[in-house]
């Protein structure tokens, strides 16, 4: 991508790119070029062929349809991910009605808030969740279904109950010899129609509702078939660990997975880092999309022990030797991702400085890209072999990126992106929309960063989470904690200002404490705060250093809710 492109990328390449195409008809096209093919599989659970999905999609839409559900109306869905989470995703949107994907970490009354804040009809839940939600608290909904067996759990409509207990009856009579390719008929959407709402994860408050129309995410699977789509065959494996009521899991792992061909795989249960190790090694997915804190976990509990034991140190001291031992290194590192990945994507979070410091260095294929949930995600990306360290790529196709700073290659500005992936605003929210896109359709993403003329984009931090120092200093909290991450015994860490004064909080490394004493701790952190000052600019300096007992709470893409810890 040139220079002029990534920094303007004005013409958008057709909108959307292969948008010829409505979304609805990606999904069609794809059941239909890979019938007989594996789909969705459950982890150690059931699979689905392209062909069960699609008759599961069609048992839907006659009970959608014969419980009154209409284009347009909302269906909410809460849970894990599985393979059913993502058959009734489908469904929803290929009947032409709205989804509402909500985080099955949210707790009750969350989930409450959002089936009723967004006027859901139904709700489709775990097996987790239903134990949880309470139905009289979710007045509006006409029924309830568990998504493991879509079974009835709650209905309020005659016609539900009735759809539901003879679903297979209706099927059969509606398809009595077989159900074909040429049955496969879906909603023609419109670019501008509403597909989903996306409630944020929400740092203060009560989180809002993204509309997102069906050209973001026409936007997004088209731009992910173009550039990734050549490197990952049909029928390869991708392993879907992100949730995805998640718009970075949802876009990126499975609505291009599944329509691209791929088989994908759900971790159905807790995405322990044990569980996630034992998957990579036994799927062996052709991408891996991934948050910081996976891909970290595994090189520092993994790599890094090995790294700075005396001998390798020895070896990568000598010049002959040390490329060779980079080259085994990264095997080993490829292997630990399943050893097929044409690369890892990091996004959702700030990668660390020194892990994404070592991967470049053994040459391991890892790129970071950037989004948000306003953009369906994806806001910039580049491949593996372009990709400018330090940075998340540049504006990806049909996006368009500026800095908003009169010097935006050296002083940080917000980052503001307008194209074809933009929401459409936020749901019964029109102040907080005007707030957030601007009359010139530039989406304000509060964060900040800086521009490089090849167009790569640098970010510096949120624009809320920025300090003031004593003299009226920026301070960028981030970038201090990402240092301190990498020192002795630091899990995870948070600056914050205290009386103009800055202190850091650290949640130990619970494996290594084990063998110190309380003061033993204290000792070291403290060592940890003069090495780091030692570092950074006087006003940046910490004065204190205090351990966090517990680790600290996160938002779903495993970001510290830092409004809990100022």
């Given at each position: 991508m040139c220079k002029k492109e990534c920094i303007f990328a004005q013409n958008f390449r057709n909108c959307a790119m292969n948008t010829c195409q409505s979304f609805n008809e990606y999904i069609r096209q794809a059941i239909i070029k890979n019938w007989n093919q594996n789909a969705l599989s459950d982890y150690q659970g059931q699979t689905l062929q392209f062909h069960d999905v699609a008759r599961k999609i069609a048992k839907l839409h006659i009970a959608f349809q014969n419980c009154g559900i209409k284009p347009g109306d909302k269906i909410a869905i809460c849970g894990r991910n599985s393979a059913h989470w993502a058959v009734t995703f489908l469904a929803t949107l290929t009947y032409g009605a709205v989804a509402v994907p909500i985080l099955h970490e949210f707790n009750a009354e969350q989930v409450h808030n959002i089936v009723n804040h967004s006027e859901a009809r139904l709700l489709f839940v775990g097996d987790y969740m239903v134990k949880e939600i309470n139905p009289d608290m979710m007045p509006g909904l006409e029924g309830i279904l568990n998504l493991p067996d879509f079974s009835l759990m709650l209905s309020r409509s005659e016609q539900l109950t009735y759809a539901r207990e003879h679903l297979n009856m209706m099927f059969g009579s509606k398809y009595p010899r077989a159900f074909t390719p040429q049955d496969v008929v879906y909603h023609i959407d419109q670019p501008e129609e509403l597909a989903l709402i996306n409630y944020t994860s929400g740092t203060t408050g009560f989180s809002k509702g993204v509309m997102l129309p069906y050209r973001g995410l026409t936007g997004n699977v088209s731009f992910c078939l173009n550039r990734l789509g050549k490197h990952v065959p049909p029928g390869s494996a991708v392993l879907d660990i992100l949730p995805m009521a998640h718009m970075y899991g949802l876009s990126i792992?499975?609505?291009?997975?599944?329509?691209?061909?791929?088989?994908?795989?759900?971790?159905?249960?807790?995405?322990?880092?044990?569980?996630?190790?034992?998957?990579?090694?036994?799927?062996?997915?052709?991408?891996?999309?991934?948050?910081?804190?996976?891909?970290?976990?595994?090189?520092?509990?993994?790599?890094?022990?090995?790294?700075?034991?005396?001998?390798?140190?020895?070896?990568?001291?000598?010049?002959?030797?040390?490329?060779?031992?980079?080259?085994?290194?990264?095997?080993?590192?490829?292997?630990?991702?399943?050893?097929?990945?044409?690369?890892?994507?990091?996004?959702?979070?700030?990668?660390?400085?020194?892990?994404?410091?070592?991967?470049?260095?053994?040459?391991?294929?890892?790129?970071?890209?950037?989004?948000?949930?306003?953009?369906?995600?994806?806001?910039?990306?580049?491949?593996?072999?372009?990709f400018a360290p330090g940075s998340c790529g540049c504006a990806i196709d049909g996006m368009e990126v500026r800095i908003d700073s009169n010097d935006p290659q050296n002083v940080a500005g917000e980052i503001l992106a307008r194209g074809v992936n933009v929401m459409l605003g936020y749901y019964k929210n029109e102040e907080a929309t005007r707030q957030a896109i601007d009359k010139d359709g530039w989406y304000h993403t509060g964060d900040l960063g800086t521009i490089d003329e090849d167009g790569n984009i640098y970010i510096r931090g949120r624009i809320k989470n920025m300090l003031l120092g004593a003299n009226g200093q920026n301070i960028y909290p981030e970038e201090i904690e990402d240092q301190l991450n990498s020192m002795p015994m630091v899990s995870e860490c948070i600056v914050v200002q205290r009386d103009q004064k800055l202190v850091a909080l650290v949640y130990p490394d619970q494996d290594e404490m084990m063998n110190f004493s309380r003061e033993d701790l204290q000792n070291i952190m403290e060592q940890n705060r003069q090495e780091l000052n030692l570092r950074l600019p006087a006003y940046c300096r910490l004065s204190q250093m205090e351990i966090h007992d517990t680790e600290f709470q996160k938002t779903p893409k495993k970001s510290i809710k830092r409004y809990l810890y100022q």
């Open positions: 792992e499975f609505l291009f997975g599944f329509c691209n061909g791929s088989h994908l795989f759900f971790l159905n249960r807790l995405p322990s880092p044990t569980l996630i190790a034992k998957a990579f090694t036994e799927i062996q997915p052709a991408l891996v999309i991934s948050v910081p804190l996976i891909v970290e976990k595994i090189i520092r509990k993994r790599v890094f022990p090995i790294m700075q034991t005396p001998r390798m140190k020895l070896l990568m001291a000598m010049p002959v030797v040390s490329k060779k031992v980079k080259e085994k290194v990264c095997e080993q590192v490829y292997a630990a991702f399943g050893g097929k990945a044409y690369e890892v994507i990091v996004g959702g979070a700030a990668l660390s400085k020194e892990v994404e410091q070592f991967l470049l260095s053994i040459g391991f294929p890892v790129t970071v890209g950037y989004g948000a949930t306003e953009c369906a995600p994806l806001i910039s990306y580049r491949d593996w072999h372009e």
